[in-house]
């Protein structure tokens, strides 16, 4: 149930530091947008960043991510369960939602980020996020009426529970396009509170207008709510308009307007428009979408619709439905950690639009069955419009049912080789990377393994990609990983795969500092994630590194080397034998790690300080549990792979 309050997180919270700072995001709708956006503008930047948002699209833990990566199953489960025995011995009650709150920030601490992105679970005064200590900046989005029984039965009513995360001293940035009774009840609570207001206007906005064409409008109104809000955290940064254009660009949001396929499910060939609008103001912005885009088609929609128990749902259908659409009506899953959100019998959803006085032209009770409503839709609609929407917890119980298959088993390292700092070339500009001296050239080479990975990836449905690479330059923290990960996004992954495909299979391994960290720190990051060892290996990297990545480091560390495959583009110094430096260094680092094969003395443990100005762990696991678990040993050797 929801039971808000701050007493028990802020006892959950009592011995966590929180020596980041926050902004924190409150508001109806929107309020997902504005930290997706604030992410991308943070990480363009190579700020580190944390980002806590709700409900869950498939699972608790991608509730939270690091530099927009979700979080490791590992990590999650040991503050999780950090978190709950502190509940369990202090007697604290305290509900799914505090938990999951106190466990983000715990991560957000362990792992030391600069920034933590906080969206508002419920209202704002009473929420569980409103215990963060440090508010950098405060973000009210667009307000309607939603959670009545708990906020209010007017807008204004509402507004000032979201005006609860206000603070002394603290900017809040609003959204201007929010009715004048909104704006006159918010400024007053910031005046009495003593905090400055910022109301944003997206015509006005420099990073609006370079965007405008390919933005919805509400999506305008996010964008300038989270503009404004990172130029009031990082005014250094705000005038960078090209870096921050093309970060933003690139931001996908699951579940809220998002183009997918059901080919594989229905064999329908036509993507389908997912969206999560689950109150009349969400659904009035996805009508306006679908009329501008799907509508003027000339051809009637077909939906596929669920609704949380206790919606508004004839509001919505009378938003959303036309005479001569054709409805699937369905009850989403279980939604692990919330037991008390419940949906709405599909046969009531059915009768409420009965009572719409909309003409339907067909319409199906799929009950429980997603899949069955699916491929109804799929043959009822053709080659016509289908949308699926009317809850986030369908989107949740869609997606879950796509993208939850068994465990990978084949795993692609993309080993990295430079930074790249971000900037409007994407990648194809050299000023843009941290690279050496001697890499002077290389890095469309560094592209080209990019994609060479993502290619391999999209070709076998059982894999996951892993960049690796640490940070290895002093002039930033940002790893060479995470700068490929912001590279492939930054290029729409360059056509290959899908960004909710990338979101959910694409990671980083963030520490190595050689080759063969390279390998073996991917391979502990697989058995983290997924708690056994792939059966297949592909590594991307130098075509002349094949020996020392392969023979060398696959022989050492144990793994099959019948199971492995090599991906190897060479840099055009190689190829053309002008590179005569590069050339020589080949067979004296294959002797060196032959006569070394884990790379325990000097040299090679010299070469990996020397490239590690910000003193990242080289353990290979986080305690002797683990590694005892894992069958690894001391040495780095894995236990038989078969």
Known sequence: ????????????????PQTWKAVHVAGTNGKGSICAYLTAMLRANQISCGRFTSPHLIDPRDCITINDNIVSESKFKHFEDLVKRRNEEQNLGASEFELLTATAFEIFESEKV?????????????????????????????IGLDHQSFLGNTLEEIALQK????????????????????????KKHADEM?????????????????????????????????????????????????????????????????????????GRKERVLLDGAHNPQSADVLSSFVQKHLRSLDKSVTWVLAATRGKDVSEMFKLLLRDGDSIATVQFGTVDQMPWVQPTNSATLLDAVSKCGITISSRFD????????????????????????????????????????????????????????????????????????????????FIEHIKAGLRVLKGDDSSILMFSGGPTRKETRLSEARSYADLALANSYFGIISELDAKQRVFCEERALDSYYNVLFSLIRFWYDYGMWPKKLTIVSHAFKR????????????????????????????????????????????????DDPHGKGEPLSGKRKKRNPWGISQALFVNEEDRIRSGVQRCGLLPTIR
Not at 114 to 142: F, P, S
Not at 245 to 266: C, D, F, H, Y
Request: aromatic share 6%.
């Open 163 to 186: 005006a609860g995360i206000m603070r002394k001293g603290v900017p809040c940035v609003v959204d201007g396009s929010n009715p004048k009774s909104v704006l006159d009840a918010l």
């Open 194 to 266: 003593g905090s400055d207001i910022h109301f944003t206007d997206s015509e006005s906005d420099t990073l609006v207008r370079e965007l405008r064409d390919s933005l919805e409008p509400h999506q305008c109104q996010n964008l300038a709510c989270a503009h404004e809000a990172f130029r009031l955290a990082y005014p250094q940064h705000a005038d960078a308009t090209d870096v921050l254009v093309s970060a933003t660009r690139n931001m996908v949001w699951p579940g809220r307007l998002q183009w997918l396929s059901i080919e594989k499910i229905t």
């Open 366 to 445: 799929a009950s429980t069955d997603v899949r069955s409503a699916l491929e109804w839709a799929s043959q009822t609609a053709k080659d016509g419009p289908l949308v699926i929407a009317g809850s986030l917890y369908l989107q949740s119980t869609w997606l879950r049912n796509r993208m939850a298959p068994k465990p990978p088993e084949h795993l692609i390292i993309v080993c990295c080789h430079g930074i790249w700092g971000g900037g409007p070339a994407r990648g194809h500009d050299e000023n843009e990377w941290l690279i050496a001296g001697f890499q002077k050239g290389e890095t469309p080479t």
């Open 547 to 594: 020996e020392r990545l392969v023979d060398c480091h696959c022989g050492a560390i144990g793994f099959p080397l019948d199971s492995v495959d090599f991906v190897g583009i060479d840099p055009p110094g190689m190829i053309d034998g002008t590179n005569e430096a590069a050339i020589k260094g080949i067979t004296e680092a294959v002797a060196q790690w032959k």
């Open 1 to 16: 149930m929801v039971n808000l309050g701050l007493t028990r997180i802020t006892a959950l919270l009592k011995q966590t």
């Open 114 to 142: 600069e920034v933590g992105i906080i969206e508002v679970g419920l209202g704002g005064t009473l929420d569980a996020t409103n215990a963060l200590k440090q508010k950098l900046v405060t973000v009210i989005a667009k």
